[in-house]
C-alpha cells in the first residue's frame, strides 16, 4: 500500500478462455464454469485439483525395501490424507518408508496438519513432508519430519549415498509443519495449532530443479505399519521474485473454516485471482471479488454466477453485505472521478448502483446493525482515516484524525464499538472506538501487524489477518506468509486458527457465517 490504499483493482487483461475451477461440498465432481460471454471449450483439469483420486498428489509408493507394502487414501469429502507405512528408518545412508508424491520444480511451500493414529510401537517413528531427488532409497532429500515421541526435526542427505543429518527444533510434537524451498535454501517451521511458527533453515542442498515432493510415513520397524492422517494440506507455488502487485496475479483457493477446530475445505480453485468473501445471510452463498466484477458461489450448488452492479465493472475487494442480508454496499473505480474508488449501495441480488460517497478515493468495510450508515477508511489531503456516513450519502463525518493510518472499520452487532485496524503506535494493531468515534483504545499488542477486524455474528469473537514484522506496517501485500488469528473482543491472546499463504484479498471484509462456526478466506498458489 505505501500510504497509498489501492486494494484489489484488478486491472490485468483476462485470457481469453476464463475458468473457475470449483469442487462442491457435497461432491467429487470438479466444476467448471466459464465466465459469462468467455469461449468454451474442452477443458483439462489442473492436477493442482483437489478433485483427483490422491488430491493434490500424482501417485503413492513405498521407497525401499519394506516388508509390509503401505497404503494412502484420500478422502475427497473431508479433503485429507490416510497414509499407512512401514520402514525400517529413514537414518544413515538408506530410506525406507511410504510416499505419497508429486513432481514440482521451482519453490514451493507445503503446509499440514499431520497426527499420529494409535499409540505406536517406536518412539522414533517418523511423518512429515519430505523433497528429495528421486525415488531412490539413498536419494538427496530435505524432510520436515515429526517423531512419534515429539521430536521435531529438519532432516537432510546433501549428497547420494551421504548419511543423514538433521537440525532439531525446540517446538515439540507439532501438528502444523511445513517445508518451503527457496533455491537450495530449505526451511522447516513447525507450530502447535493456535501458536506461531518456529523455523529451522539449512543452505545448499542441491536437490535439482525437479523434485518429488509429497506425506510420508515411516514405522521404524520392519515388521509393523504406523497410520497417520494428514489435513489442511496446500501446495502452494509462490508468487516468482519480481512481481508486479495489481499486475501480476497467481491462482486462489476460496475456502471455508470451522473456527473451533481449524477444518478447512477448498470450496473453488481458481487460476485467477478471487478475493474478499463475504457469507450472505442465509448461509448459502459466498460473494467475492475478481477482475472487476463480484460473483456470488452458491454453497449447494456448487457453481458460481456473476452478481449483476450495472456499470460499475471496476470494482475492488471492499465490498459489504448488509445485517439483514437485502443490501450490499461496494466500491468501484468510477471513471468520473479518475479512477477514485467510490461507495455505491444496491440489492444483495444485484442491480443499478445508487452512489454514496461524494469523495474519493472511499473504502467501504462495515455497515451499521440498523443498516442506516456505512463506515470506511477515505483518503483526505494525503491522510488515511475512518468516516461514517449515512447509507442515503450526504456529509460524511470523520472519526478518527490520528496520524498514520486508520482501516478496516467494522460494527460490533449491537452498534455500540467500531473496531478497525491503525499503526498510529508504529506496528498495525486492532483498535476500536464507541460508534461516535470516542473512546479510542488499542486491542491488539503483539509483535505482529494486525489487519481487518472481523466480529462474529455473537459478539463475543473477533477474527483478524495478521503479517510479519518485515512487511510495511502501513502495507498489506499479496502473496505472503499470514496468519488469521482469533481473540475475544475486549481483548486477550490471540490464537491462531490458520497458517497461511496469501494477504491482500485474504480476509479483507466480514466473512463470519451467519451461525458464527465458520469464515470465508482466500489463500493463494500458482498453479
Same mark, same amino acid.
Given at each position: 500500500?505505501? +500510504?497509498? +490504499?489501492?486494494?484489489?483493482?484488478?486491472?490485468?487483461?483476462?485470457?481469453a478462455?476464463?475458468m473457475?475451477c470449483?469442487?462442491a461440498?457435497a461432491?467429487?465432481?470438479v466444476?467448471?464454469?466459464?465466465?459469462? &460471454?468467455?469461449?468454451?471449450?474442452?477443458v483439462r483439469?489442473?492436477?493442482q485439483?483437489?478433485?483427483?483420486?490422491l488430491?493434490?498428489?500424482e501417485?503413492h509408493?513405498?521407497?525401499?525395501p519394506v516388508?509390509r507394502?503401505? =497404503?494412502?487414501?484420500y *478422502?475427497?469429502q473431508k479433503q485429507?490424507?490416510l497414509?499407512?507405512g512401514a520402514?525400517a528408518?529413514?537414518w544413515?545412508?538408506?530410506d525406507?518408508?511410504?510416499?505419497?508424491? !508429486?513432481?514440482? +520444480?521451482?519453490d514451493?511451500?507445503l503446509?499440514?496438519?499431520? /497426527?499420529?493414529?494409535?499409540?505406536g510401537?517406536v518412539?522414533?517413528r517418523k511423518?512429515g513432508?519430505?523433497?528429495?531427488s528421486?525415488?531412490?532409497p539413498?536419494s538427496a532429500?530435505? #524432510?520436515?519430519v515429526?517423531?512419534?515421541?515429539g521430536?521435531?526435526s529438519?532432516?537432510?542427505? !546433501?549428497?547420494?549415498?551421504?548419511?543423514? /543429518?538433521?537440525?532439531?527444533?525446540a517446538?515439540?510434537?507439532?501438528?502444523?509443519i511445513?517445508?518451503?524451498r527457496?533455491g537450495?535454501?530449505?526451511i522447516m #517451521?513447525?507450530?502447535?495449532?493456535?501458536?506461531?511458527?518456529?523455523s529451522?533453515?539449512v543452505?545448499?542442498?542441491g536437490?535439482?530443479?525437479?523434485?518429488?515432493?509429497?506425506?510420508?510415513v515411516c514405522?521404524?520397524d520392519?515388521r509393523?505399519s504406523?497410520?497417520? +492422517? @494428514?489435513?489442511?494440506?496446500?501446495?502452494v507455488i509462490?508468487? !516468482?521474485?519480481? @512481481?508486479?502487485?495489481y499486475?501480476?496475479?497467481?491462482?486462489?483457493?476460496l475456502?471455508?473454516?470451522?473456527v473451533?477446530?481449524?477444518?478447512r475445505?477448498?470450496?473453488?480453485?481458481?487460476p485467477r485471482?478471487?478475493?474478499?468473501p463475504?457469507?450472505?445471510?442465509?448461509? =448459502?452463498?459466498l460473494i467475492?471479488n475478481?477482475e472487476?466484477?463480484?460473483?456470488r458461489?452458491?454453497?449447494?450448488a456448487?457453481?458460481p454466477?456473476?452478481l449483476?452492479?450495472?456499470?460499475? !465493472? *471496476?470494482?475492488?475487494?471492499?465490498?459489504v453485505? %448488509?445485517?439483514d442480508?437485502?443490501?450490499i454496499?461496494? #466500491?468501484?473505480?468510477?471513471?468520473?472521478?479518475?479512477?477514485e474508488?467510490?461507495?455505491?449501495?444496491?440489492p444483495?441480488?444485484?442491480g443499478?448502483p445508487?452512489?454514496?460517497?461524494?469523495k474519493g478515493p472511499?473504502?467501504?468495510?462495515?455497515?451499521s446493525p440498523?443498516?442506516? %450508515?456505512l463506515v470506511?477508511?477515505?483518503?483526505?489531503?494525503g /491522510?488515511y482515516?475512518i468516516?461514517?456516513?449515512?447509507v442515503k450519502g450526504?456529509?460524511?463525518?470523520?472519526l478518527t484524525?490520528?496520524k498514520?493510518l486508520?482501516?478496516g472499520p467494522?460494527?460490533?452487532?449491537d452498534?455500540? @464499538?467500531?473496531?478497525?485496524?491503525s499503526n498510529?503506535? &508504529?506496528?498495525?494493531?486492532?483498535w476500536?472506538?464507541?460508534?461516535?468515534?470516542s473512546?479510542?483504545?488499542r486491542?491488539?499488542?503483539?509483535?505482529?501487524n *494486525?489487519?481487518f477486524?472481523?466480529v %462474529?455474528?455473537d459478539?463475543?469473537?473477533i477474527? @483478524?489477518l495478521?503479517?510479519?514484522k518485515?512487511?510495511?506496517p502501513?502495507d498489506?501485500?499479496?502473496?505472503?506468509?499470514v496468519?488469521?488469528?482469533?481473540m $475475544?473482543?475486549? &481483548?486477550g491472546e490471540?490464537?491462531?486458527i490458520a497458517?497461511?499463504?496469501?494477504?491482500?484479498?485474504?480476509i479483507?471484509v466480514?466473512?463470519w457465517s $451467519?451461525?458464527?462456526?465458520?469464515?470465508?478466506f482466500?489463500?493463494?498458489? &500458482?498453479?
Open positions: 500500500m505505501n +500510504k497509498m +490504499k489501492t486494494v484489489g483493482i484488478l486491472r490485468a487483461a483476462a485470457p478462455v476464463i473457475i470449483a469442487i461440498l461432491a467429487d465432481t466444476l467448471i464454469a466459464a465466465r459469462p &460471454g468467455a469461449r468454451t471449450g474442452p483439469p489442473s492436477p485439483l483437489l478433485g483427483q483420486p488430491g493434490l498428489f501417485s509408493g513405498d521407497v525401499g516388508e507394502p503401505g =497404503r494412502a487414501v *478422502d475427497s485429507e490424507y497414509i499407512e520402514g528408518n529413514m544413515f545412508s538408506a525406507e518408508f511410504q510416499f505419497v508424491w !508429486k513432481r514440482l +520444480k521451482g514451493f511451500i503446509s499440514a496438519r499431520v /497426527e499420529f493414529i494409535g499409540t510401537v518412539a522414533h511423518i513432508w519430505m523433497a528429495r528421486t525415488l531412490d539413498g532429500h530435505a #524432510s520436515a515429526v517423531h512419534g515421541d521430536l521435531t529438519l532432516q537432510f542427505r !546433501k549428497a547420494p549415498g551421504n548419511d543423514t /543429518e538433521e537440525v532439531q527444533m517446538v515439540q510434537a507439532p501438528d502444523i511445513q517445508l518451503e527457496r537450495d535454501v530449505y #517451521s513447525a507450530a502447535r495449532f493456535g501458536e506461531t511458527f518456529a529451522e533453515r543452505p545448499d542442498i536437490l535439482g530443479d525437479e523434485v518429488y515432493v509429497g506425506l510420508f514405522s521404524h520392519a509393523v504406523e497410520k497417520a +492422517k @494428514f489435513s489442511n494440506v496446500r501446495v509462490p508468487a !516468482k521474485e519480481g @512481481f508486479v502487485p499486475q501480476d496475479y497467481i491462482g486462489s483457493n475456502e471455508v473454516m470451522d473451533e477446530n481449524g477444518e475445505t477448498v470450496v473453488i480453485q481458481s485471482s478471487l478475493q474478499a463475504n457469507w450472505t445471510a442465509d448461509g =448459502r452463498a467475492y475478481s472487476g466484477l463480484l460473483y458461489f452458491d454453497l449447494a456448487g457453481a454466477s456473476v449483476e452492479t450495472g456499470p460499475a !465493472k *471496476d470494482n475492488n475487494n471492499d465490498h453485505l %448488509s445485517f442480508g437485502k443490501w454496499g461496494i #466500491s468501484h473505480h468510477s471513471p468520473e472521478d479518475a479512477g474508488s467510490i461507495i455505491y449501495v444496491l444483495a441480488a444485484g443499478d445508487v452512489r454514496v460517497t461524494d472511499s473504502y467501504l468495510h462495515g455497515w440498523d443498516g442506516k %450508515s470506511y477508511t477515505g483518503g483526505r489531503n /491522510e482515516d468516516y461514517r456516513i449515512s450526504g456529509p460524511e463525518v470523520r484524525d490520528a498514520g486508520d482501516d467494522e460494527y460490533t452487532p452498534g455500540r @464499538f467500531i473496531y478497525f485496524n498510529r503506535t &508504529g506496528l498495525m494493531q486492532i476500536r472506538m464507541r460508534s461516535d468515534g473512546g479510542q483504545e486491542v491488539t499488542t503483539s509483535d505482529l *494486525d489487519w477486524p472481523h %462474529s455474528p459478539g463475543r469473537r477474527v @483478524f495478521s503479517f510479519q518485515d512487511v510495511d502501513g498489506h501485500p499479496f502473496y505472503r506468509q496468519y488469521l488469528r482469533m $475475544p473482543v475486549g &481483548g490471540p490464537r491462531v497458517y497461511v499463504y496469501g494477504g491482500q484479498g485474504t479483507n466480514p466473512s $451467519p451461525d458464527g462456526r465458520r469464515i470465508a482466500v489463500s493463494n498458489t &500458482g498453479f
